[in-house]
């Protein structure tokens, strides 16, 4: 499945736009609440020039939501377009 990163499991995914002019990306992050788990998605507009970089940058994302803290009652949430550090189409 995902990557196993303190005590939750990600799970990227790029898609390529329906225009064919790059790459967007969403993450899923699973965590555990007893006897029960909870799925929050997350999704970026932004777009990257190859499915690798949508994939990384999908993979810092999650890991920064999870190391900031997030609401994991299974809403959708937006992510905010990176101001650097990202190559836009």
Same mark, same amino acid.
């Given at each position: 499945? =995902?990557? &196993? #990163?303190? !005590? &939750?499991? +990600? *799970? %990227?995914?790029? #898609?390529? /736009?329906? *225009? !064919?002019? =790059?790459?967007?990306? $969403?993450? #899923? +992050? #699973? /965590? $555990?609440?007893?006897?029960? =788990?909870?799925? %929050? /998605?997350?999704?970026?507009?932004?777009?990257?020039? %190859?499915?690798? $970089?949508?994939v990384k940058a999908a993979l810092a994302a999650a890991k920064?939501?999870? *190391?900031? !803290?997030? @609401? *994991?009652? =299974?809403?959708? $949430? @937006?992510l905010p377009t990176p101001d650097k550090g990202v190559t836009?189409?």
């Amino acid at each position: 499945m =995902g990557e &196993h #990163y303190k !005590g &939750h499991i +990600i *799970d %990227t995914k790029a #898609y390529e /736009r329906a *225009d !064919g002019k =790059g790459w967007k990306y $969403e993450f #899923y +992050i #699973y /965590r $555990e609440h007893g006897s029960y =788990g909870a799925v %929050t /998605r997350f999704f970026s507009e932004t777009t990257y020039s %190859t499915q690798e $970089e949508a994939v990384k940058a999908a993979l810092a994302a999650a890991k920064q939501k999870v *190391d900031q !803290g997030y @609401d *994991d009652s =299974g809403a959708v $949430e @937006d992510l905010p377009t990176p101001d650097k550090g990202v190559t836009k189409v």
